[in-house]
Antibody, heavy 120, light 110 residues
Framework: EVQLVESGGGLVQPGRSLRLSCTAS????????MSWVRQAPGKGLEWVGF??????????EYAASVKGRFTISRDDSKSIAYLQMNSLKTEDTGVYYC???????????WGQGTLVTVSS | QSALTQPASVSGSPGQSITISCTGT?????????VSWYQQHPGKAPKLMIY???HRPSGVSNRFSGSKSGNTASLTISWLQAEDEADYYC??????????FGGGTKVTVL
């Protein structure tokens, strides 16, 4: 059974950093791209970014709203994807979901989400 | 990258059919057949309902169907049931290798 479990959320002050983790199980993690999607309280879904599998270079793409501040990485030996968030803003507050991206370009499995609150 | 445009709400009675539209541009919805749809119940993670415009994952009811014409994709729910009441989001791959979501549509079963 495919499972994605996010961790690392919490309360953080504006301008500070936070790292989220997504621990995967039930599939060959290294074979898949992984995406992060967030949802502000009471709002819709927003794609944050993704990381390709090593077979496709392990490169990343980001939404304009987070480019330069957020970094996605992966450790295939541990089946974990990371979202490093720097220079956090109040508008980054929301639930962050880890998703498995199946080819081509759809999110077939989602974690339960982890809440990030950016506030002073 | 602007969000795809969806109606804020759609409603229907049990047994009826409803259609949710998702309008993008020639750089996303119109450029590829990579539109997918997600259902989200309150407090829950989204669930994949349709991918590649019209394909249903295993386990998704055949009451859900998708289509596309030009820059607009659509999700149709036939024989509407109470359990279909949820938020629905479309998303598309874009020419910049990013993904873009629609603003979401709240489906109400009357």
């Amino acid at each position: 059974e495919v499972q994605l479990v996010e961790s690392g959320g919490g309360l953080v002050q504006p301008g500070r950093s936070l790292r989220l983790s997504c621990t995967a199980s039930g599939f060959t993690f290294g074979d898949y791209a992984m995406s992060w999607v967030r949802q502000a309280p009471g709002k819709g879904l927003e794609w944050v970014g993704f990381i390709r599998s090593k077979a496709y270079g392990g490169t990343t793409e980001y939404a304009a709203s987070v480019k330069g501040r957020f970094t996605i990485s992966r450790d295939d030996s541990k089946s974990i994807a990371y979202l490093q968030m720097n220079s956090l803003k109040t508008e980054d507050t929301g639930v962050y979901y880890c998703t498995r991206e199946n080819y081509p370009y759809h999110f077939d499995y989602w974690g339960q989400g982890t809440l990030v609150t950016v506030s002073s | 990258q602007s969000a795809l445009t969806q109606p804020a709400s759609v409603s229907g009675s049990p047994g009826q059919s409803i259609t949710i539209s998702c309008t993008g541009t020639s750089s996303d919805v119109g450029a590829y057949n990579y539109v997918s749809w997600y259902q989200q119940h309150p407090g829950k993670a989204p669930k994949l309902m349709i991918y590649d415009v019209s394909h249903r994952p295993s386990g998704v009811s055949n009451r859900f169907s998708g289509s596309k014409s030009g820059n607009t994709a659509s999700l149709t729910i036939s024989w509407l049931q109470a359990e279909d009441e949820a938020d629905y989001y479309c998303t598309s791959y874009s020419t910049t290798s990013t993904r873009v979501f629609g603003g979401g549509t709240k489906v109400t079963v009357l």
